[in-house]
């Protein structure tokens, strides 16, 4: 949130404006989400993300459901079909990549950190898709919608996004590591994927567009924010997910709208003022129903937020640790 406010004050100062926005955008999208797709999926192997195929598969279809939802709901209200489509995007698409993977990471360690590494793949499918309904809805006159599909998956397939999944699956599936040079490049490139894009989002941030678009606001807030947690959270019951990956569909369904659906949104300079808006009122919004539901989650599930204490140290250190300890009893 301090991120937004820092972003907007220093466009008010006048040292950013408007446009600028779409510079740190696409930094964001080409450069350090990227980099941190590449790191996350290199440094595990392929194999260890097969049992989390429930998690993934319920999280699309959650997304998939909340989507489809949206959508109807923007045609009953005549919305055009594409800014109904971008509108019903912000209401399904998780902030994966920013707000629930370090919060999975930071609750369960390693299984937390390929929880949310799934949780942005399902994201990427998102923006992928979003990509190829713009580029399809903007194809040459008199060209045919097959034709206008091909060449659009034809440009997707190069997006950066999607080039550094390819890559990092590839580097996981041959075992090989990156060198320590590299990996640390790469790794500090997407740490700033959090600062850069919402930065970026207070620098566009006119509250103007909050009292212009209160109806898509609503909307999105209530789909976003409260069904969409609430279906997640019966949809794993339903399925009898185990505690963990409960935990994790829940807390991805719980955050905000996805800050990358306002850098495609810029790209393709469609529904972007009322992007703007959602992302930034939802993002404030969530730090109340986030808290909220990360205390239900834990009367609920009380052992999967039982923390282990020591789960950023190595298990060789984690050993020593351990022989330390009953050493020192020992005497």
């Given amino acids: 949130m301090l991120f937004v406010v820092a972003g907007y004050i220093f466009r008010r100062l006048g040292k950013f404006d408007s446009a600028q926005s779409g510079t740190l955008?696409?930094?964001?999208?080409?450069?350090?989400?990227?980099?941190?797709?590449?790191?996350?999926?290199?440094?595990?192997?392929?194999?260890d993300y097969i049992p989390y195929a429930?998690?993934?598969?319920?999280?699309?279809?959650?997304?998939?459901i909340v989507f489809l939802a949206a959508l109807l709901v923007a045609k009953l209200f005549r919305m055009?079909?594409?800014?109904?489509?971008?509108f019903s995007?912000?209401?399904?698409?998780?902030?994966?990549?920013?707000?629930?993977?370090?919060?999975?990471?930071?609750?369960?360690?390693?299984?937390?950190?390929?929880?949310?590494?799934?949780?942005?793949?399902?994201?990427i499918i998102g923006l992928q898709v979003m990509s190829l309904i713009a580029d399809i809805h903007h194809g040459d006159p008199g060209e045919s919608r097959f034709l206008g599909l091909l060449k659009s998956?034809?440009?997707?397939?190069?997006?950066?996004?999607?080039?550094?999944?390819?890559?990092?699956?590839?580097?996981?599936?041959?075992?090989?590591?990156?060198?320590?040079?590299?990996?640390?490049?790469?790794?500090?490139?997407?740490?700033?994927?959090?600062?850069?894009?919402?930065?970026?989002v207070g620098v566009d941030l006119d509250f103007a567009v909050f009292r212009r678009n209160l109806l898509a606001i609503l909307g999105a807030t209530v789909f976003k924010l409260i069904l969409m947690p609430i279906l997640a959270w019966?949809?794993?019951?339903?399925?009898?997910?185990?505690?963990?990956?409960?935990?994790?569909?829940?807390i991805c369904s719980s955050v905000a709208a996805a800050k990358c659906e306002y850098g495609v949104a810029k790209q393709k300079n469609v529904y972007v003022e009322q992007t703007a808006a959602i992302v930034a009122s939802t993002t404030i919004l969530s730090f109340i129903t986030l808290a909220f539901v990360v205390f239900e989650l834990n009367q609920k599930y009380p052992e999967v937020f039982d923390m282990d204490k020591s789960f950023h140290v190595s298990s060789h250190e984690g050993d020593e640790l351990k022989s330390a300890g009953s050493s020192t009893k020992k005497d």
């Fill in 25 to 47: 955008i696409g930094y964001a999208m080409k450069v350090a989400i990227p980099s941190m797709i590449i790191v996350a999926l290199a440094n595990e192997p392929v194999a």
């Fill in 153 to 200: 998956l034809g440009k997707e397939v190069f997006q950066p996004y999607f080039v550094a999944l390819i890559v990092g699956v590839v580097i996981s599936l041959t075992q090989w590591k990156l060198p320590a040079t590299i990996d640390t490049t790469l790794t500090l490139l997407g740490a700033t994927t959090a600062p850069v894009a919402l930065f970026a």
């Fill in 80 to 86: 055009p079909f594409l800014d109904g489509s971008f």
């Fill in 54 to 64: 429930a998690f993934f598969g319920t999280f699309l279809l959650i997304t998939t």
């Fill in 89 to 123: 995007a912000t209401c399904s698409l998780s902030n994966t990549c920013m707000i629930a993977l370090p919060i999975l990471a930071m609750l369960m360690g390693q299984p937390g950190t390929i929880y949310g590494i799934l949780g942005v793949i399902n994201l």
């Fill in 234 to 250: 019966f949809m794993c019951e339903w399925l009898g997910l185990e505690p963990a990956a409960t935990v994790a569909v829940v």
